[in-house]
């Protein structure tokens, strides 16, 4: 028995290699093509998946639903979102203005003399890309870190996830046939199944970097893959977020009960599976917040979530949390039933977080929400600060208050902070921040928006460089119209 149990491993194994060796090949002569590609190729691609991914969303929406329970409105608009994505990044990548085009002319009389310096940022190479499970279109196959890849000249080999396989082949087909239909290489893009792919890609020397959305131990273990590598690569993950909320005595006693909806409303959408759930809620002692958003909530029907695994890792965290002596359960199951999630409303204080808070502070999940009393600001600035790195970070005060630290120490945690409002939305545009400090992220960029591209360029400088030898976007002339720095004056035609 043992024999077999090795023998099937190792044919598993070899079958893995030569699967991902096949499609990172491809990638890689791909990439010869892509890397000298211009904006405009690029944007045809981009378009004609956006254009295939709309013509198949009936057929997609459904096999969404079936796989996700997601249900057909939202994964109507999460479609909608996905396919605006690669929209937005086919007219970013002509505009031009990430590439950060510099142009130095040389100047013997300074000190050092400068020579003629040309910068500008170039593709990196073949891109791995792990789906995430609670975004079957936006953060999945056709989602931004594969968008984002390719409008920055790279080829994408996505790992798709276990969660929704039927899915994930049919997206990839879609986005297969649009990206041979308008002339990209063949290679450009490659789907593969199975962990142990997803660990053979991240591995593979032609890999030159992971874009990856899921749970802190996974995104550890192939973070740490890709390190150990005798070549280490950038890994771009997006790992947990508790996502700190604080309430002002002053919009408390302003708006309790619209606030109260507000985050009954956040923290509950999409049985909480979202990356930016707001976890942790501080509000003054002496209120009865936490009452108010448990009678917001209301009765609420457990609601199956995406994956057992997720359900059970829901249940635990739950269980870890209500165990704790200083936490009171306001609203709510404490035991879930299997495969599924239902509001749970609790209660703490700020003493009792700084004294534990890797019991209390770690993400839960789902839709939980944690309110934690606090005596002074001072306190709850102290507990935002033993959250930690968070992609998002929100303060409810009244217009014109006084906000003292409380900015500074969003800011310091977070990636993204927030006036009024609630985290869960995540607008894609240019200015969008959707990363912070570990361990909400591995790195300090962007996995939503424009800039998230930086994730897939490095910098090259060329220096006393023939015209003709030079990318056309650095050349004298500025026949691509793109916005350049010019001797530190920013040009833009
Ligand atoms: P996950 O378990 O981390 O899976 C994400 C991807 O990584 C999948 O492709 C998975 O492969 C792979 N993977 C996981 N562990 C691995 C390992 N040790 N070695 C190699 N590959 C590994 O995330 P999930 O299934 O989406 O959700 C589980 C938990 O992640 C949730 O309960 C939640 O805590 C967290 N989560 C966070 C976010 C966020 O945005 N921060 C989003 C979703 C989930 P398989 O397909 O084979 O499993």
Redesign the pocket.
């Given at each position: 028995m043992t024999a077999i149990d090795t023998e099937n491993r190792t044919a598993v194994a070899r079958t893995d290699l030569d699967a991902v060796a096949a499609v990172a090949a491809a990638a890689r002569r791909a990439f010869a093509v892509t890397v000298a590609s211009t904006a405009a190729e690029r944007a045809t691609w981009l378009g004609a998946v956006a254009d295939a991914l709309d013509a198949s969303a009936t057929e997609l929406i459904a096999l969404a639903d079936d796989e996700t329970r997601l249900g057909t409105p939202r994964l109507t608009g999460e479609l909608a979102r996905t396919t605006a994505q690669l929209r937005l990044f086919a007219s970013a990548v002509v505009e031009g203005s990430h590439l950060e085009a510099t142009i130095d002319h040389p100047d013997p009389q300074a000190t050092p003399p400068r020579p003629d310096l040309r910068r500008m940022l170039r593709p990196l190479g073949p891109v791995a890309v792990?789906?995430?499970?609670?975004?079957p279109f936006a953060?999945s196959v056709a989602g931004g870190d594969t968008a984002s890849a390719l409008a920055a000249g790279c080829p994408v080999i996505v790992?798709?996830?276990?969660?929704h396989p039927r899915l994930s082949a049919r997206t990839a087909e879609v986005v297969a046939t649009a990206l041979a239909g308008a002339g990209a290489p063949e290679g450009v893009f490659g789907h593969v199944?199975?962990?142990e792919r997803?660990?053979a890609l991240?591995q593979h020397p032609e890999i030159r970097a992971v874009g990856?959305?899921?749970?802190?131990?996974?995104?550890r273990?192939?973070f740490d893959?890709a390190q150990g590598r005798p070549d280490p690569i950038p890994f771009y993950g997006?790992?947990?977020?508790v996502n700190p909320v604080l309430i002002t005595r002053a919009a408390l006693d302003a708006r309790a009960d619209e606030l109260a909806a507000g985050l009954a409303g956040s923290f509950t959408l999409g049985a909480g599976?979202?990356?930016t759930n707001p976890g942790v809620v501080l509000v003054p002692a002496g209120v009865d917040f936490a009452e108010r958003v448990a009678a917001a909530v209301g009765s609420s029907a457990p609601v199956p979530m995406?994956?057992d695994?997720?359900a059970a890792?829901?249940a635990e965290g739950l269980a870890g949390l209500t165990a704790h002596d200083g936490v009171t359960v306001v609203a709510g199951e404490t035991t879930q039933q299997p495969g599924t999630g239902s509001a749970v409303v609790l209660a703490t204080t700020t003493d009792a977080v700084i004294a534990d808070p890797s019991a209390l502070l770690a993400?839960c999940?789902?839709p939980s929400t944690l309110i934690v009393e606090y005596a002074d600001v001072e306190s709850a600035l102290a507990a935002v600060r033993a959250v930690g790195g968070s992609?998002t970070a929100t303060v409810h005060a009244e217009p014109g208050e006084e906000l003292g630290d409380i900015v500074a120490v969003l800011t310091e945690v977070a990636g993204r902070v927030l006036f009024a409002g609630w985290p869960t939305g995540v607008a894609v545009s240019w200015a969008q921040q959707h990363g912070g400090p570990w361990p909400?992220t591995t790195s300090i960029h962007t996995s939503v928006g424009v800039t998230a591209m930086r994730r897939f360029l490095r910098p090259v400088a060329y220096q006393d460089a023939p015209d003709a030898a030079l990318p056309p976007e650095l050349r004298d002339e500025n026949v691509l119209g793109i916005p350049r720095r010019i001797d530190g004056v920013l040009t833009v035609p």
């Open positions: 792990f789906s995430a499970s609670n975004f953060f790992k798709g996830h276990s969660a199944t199975g962990r997803g660990v991240v990856f959305t899921g749970s802190l131990h996974g995104g273990a192939l893959l997006e790992l947990s977020a599976q979202f990356c995406l994956t695994g997720i890792a829901f993400e999940f789902g992609l909400s």
